[in-house]
């Protein structure tokens, strides 16, 4: 048992290293994907259908691809950014591109939520297209831009899973022990405390994103 509690303390460890790591990707490089590809639709203040077009088609290109063979079709990504294609770090390179991709069609579909006569009434107002980003599509789509990242994490966790096979994590550690070794009752742990990882996540997205629909009523 103790030795159990240690082999899943370790791969808690590492998924959270994946997890965490993407989920950075997802931020810096989602978001601004994301507000490009609206801000460049037609009507809007950087209307580009050559930039729209090329950013729509590379993510859902991205987004229609099963995980594994993602994972399979980047590890010469990973070897040559890593020179490595095993453990958590390199697992969250394949991670980070699914999670982009993901959260940029997230972040799209929030600021679509937006009501278009506000962005106009900036615009009339005589505001900078970097000033109604930052002060207007942001923080009036701050909720569903947090509903995003939770459904982006809880996808994440179920990704990092599947990059057990490389990565290690909670998935490798069930794959090792329930399958090879025959021992159910640590492939019902691993389950177990997946669920339980989950619901926690979801719980607290679901609760900071009810706070900020309350802050943008006010």
Known sequence: MNELMGELSVAFGETFTMV???TLGALLLGLPLGIAIYVTDR?????????YMLSTVLVNIIRSVPFVILLVLLLPLTQWLLGSTIGPVAAA???????IAFYA???DS???EVDPGIVEAAEAFGASPMRIIATVLLPEALAGLLRG?????????????MAGIVGGGVGDLAIRFGYYRYETEVMVITVIALVVL??????????????ANKREKR
């Open 198 to 211: 989950v619901q926690l996540v979801q719980t607290a997205g679901d609760w900071v994103s009810r706070w």
């Open 20 to 22: 965490s790591i993407s």
């Open 110 to 112: 929030a600021l679509r």
């Open 105 to 107: 069609r997230l972040v």
């Open 43 to 51: 009507h809007l203040f950087w209307q580009n259908r050559v930039v």
């Open 93 to 99: 390179v394949p991670m980070s591109v699914a999670a």
């Open 149 to 161: 990242l939770t459904i982006t994490l809880v996808s994440l966790i179920g990704y990092s899973e």
